[in-house]
């Protein structure tokens, strides 16, 4: 038996046996939530201070068990640089330094190369910020798989729901998450068969239409171009539900999929931090996995912002993951909590997108917004890239231009508060997806204007 078959038996036969209990936790109060909470946190402190020469120098002097969920606020903010930079002394096993997690990730295609033969090793951020990298156990692992899975377990329970294909439209590489689903669920009542977002659309076309899935997975960006090809007539499928994971999804890309397929979308947020959030068929607010992860909603200063109000960022502390610890890892992803179902013990809010996509020049703030707002009325153009400048943007168009796609940002821009703002758009025959996830920057702001 190679590595990678012995760890996808143990992890499978983890999420079996967890499958019922987490199905019952998206039932539970928030005074449930609270209890587990508080335990795991007493608990992931005393292993990170024991283990992690890191933590154990971030959380001296802390009581780990007499600590409480109310002085989380008091542990210092662990942010991706700081995890990049002293990366050796982060886990709890010593053996996962910087260069062998590297080193496997090198070694990574298509499916997972576990690393001693018990972890899994992912990057992030290396298109799109700051990178990243993070090893998962067996046991970790079967929790973010059940926090991702336990909406359907609890559909198919009832009888609402029967297992089948799935066809995960996203990552090539196993180095994303998304890219390792179809090697760790061979074997399963529903597997996943990947087809790489970074294929030419018309063998994406053929791929599907070969499947014929059940299910379909995948970046929101590319489900509508899907939805379009569905529209025309090159693809023809019939999911029974349509799943958006690992970009933001606009309202326009949510109504093209939901007539383009004819099938409810869900809409997920999954980050490799192990933060998981589901919204129910054709609804927008999320409900998250907060009995793993703890989460907090703040703004730049790291102050507790109210429900209702947008956050800046968003605080991770991953009870699950006790070899890599994250203790209030920052998030630079935008959450507004709302009043959802009394009765759900979790956290339920609406995602806004990256806080590092706004636009900043000097004192003025540009969001998205602005420019996704237009860009969403130009059904000429299929996808696009967006740079920005020391007076506006420049702007990579697929598709065609009429003129007036220049004009309308101008105007977009103008009424965001950028004075005379300059845009100049071109159309291009590709734009820059990453090679191995098939993901696209769309908003790229210049570092040196944010901080001037």
């Given amino acids: 038996m190679d590595d990678l078959e012995h760890y996808r038996r143990r992890l499978q036969a983890k999420v079996f046996a967890g499958a019922f209990e987490h199905v ?36 001296k002097g802390v009581d780990a068990e007499a600590f409480r969920l109310a002085d989380l606020p008091r542990l210092p903010v662990m942010t991706k640089a700081d995890m990049m930079a002293g990366f050796d002394e982060v886990p709890t096993d010593r053996r996962l330094t910087r260069a062998a997690v590297e080193q496997a990730l090198a070694e990574t295609g298509d499916r997972p190369k576990p690393l001693f033969g018990d972890y899994v090793c992912y990057a992030t951020g290396g298109s799109s910020g700051v990178r990243g990298i993070f090893v998962w156990d067996a046991e970790a692992m079967a929790e973010f798989v059940l926090s991702t899975k ?22 090539g590489s196993a180095v994303h998450m998304t890219g390792s689903a179809e090697a760790l669920t061979e074997g399963t009542p529903e597997p996943f068969v990947a087809v ?24 929101p960006s590319m489900l509508a171009r899907l939805a379009a090809e569905q529209a025309q007539g090159r693809l023809a499928i019939a999911p029974g539900l349509v799943t958006c994971s690992s970009e933001t999804l606009t309202a326009e890309q949510r109504q093209a999929i939901r007539t383009g397929f004819g099938a409810p979308v869900v809409n997920t947020f999954a980050c490799t931090e192990g933060l998981v959030g589901h919204s129910a068929p054709d609804e927008e607010p999320l409900t998250f996995n907060s009995d793993i992860c703890l989460v907090e909603l703040v703004d730049a200063d790291y102050r507790p912002v109210p429900p209702g109000r947008p956050s800046d960022r968003v605080l991770v502390t991953n009870l ?16 507004v909590q709302v009043e959802g179902d009394p009765a759900c013990g ?14 900043r020049y000097g004192r003025i703030a540009v969001h998205p917004h602005a420019i996704t707002s237009v860009m969403v009325r130009r059904p000429e153009v299929a996808d696009y890239q967006v740079r920005q400048t020391p ?27 950028l004075p005379d703002p300059q845009v100049a758009v071109r159309a291009v025959a590709a734009l820059p997806h990453d090679a191995r996830t098939g993901k696209l920057r769309r908003i790229v702001p210049a570092p040196a204007l944010e901080s001037a």
Avoid at 25 to 42: F, P
Avoid at 196 to 219: K, M, S
Avoid at 320 to 333: H, T, W
Wanted: no cysteine; glycine share 10%; charged share 20%.
């Fill in 24 to 59: 019952a936790r998206l039932g539970w109060s928030a005074e449930r939530v609270a209890a587990r909470q508080a335990a795991g946190l007493r608990a992931l402190l005393a292993h990170a201070q024991a283990l992690s020469p890191f933590h154990a120098r971030r959380l």
């Fill in 391 to 417: 007076r506006g943007i420049e702007v990579d168009v697929l598709g065609r231009d009429d003129g007036g796609l220049g004009e309308a940002l101008r105007a977009s821009l103008a009424r965001a508060g």
């Fill in 196 to 219: 790489p977002a970074t294929l030419p659309l018309e063998v994406i076309v053929a791929r599907l239409n070969a499947i014929q899935p059940q299910q379909l997975f995948g970046y």
């Fill in 346 to 359: 979790h956290l339920q809010a609406l995602v806004e997108g990256r806080s590092d996509d706004v636009l």
């Fill in 320 to 335: 699950a993951n006790r070899v890599q610890p994250l203790i209030r890892y920052e998030l630079s992803d935008r959450f």
């Fill in 150 to 171: 336990r909406p359907g377990l609890r559909a198919a329970m009832s009888g609402q729901a029967q297992p089948g294909k799935a066809a995960m439209v996203a990552a």
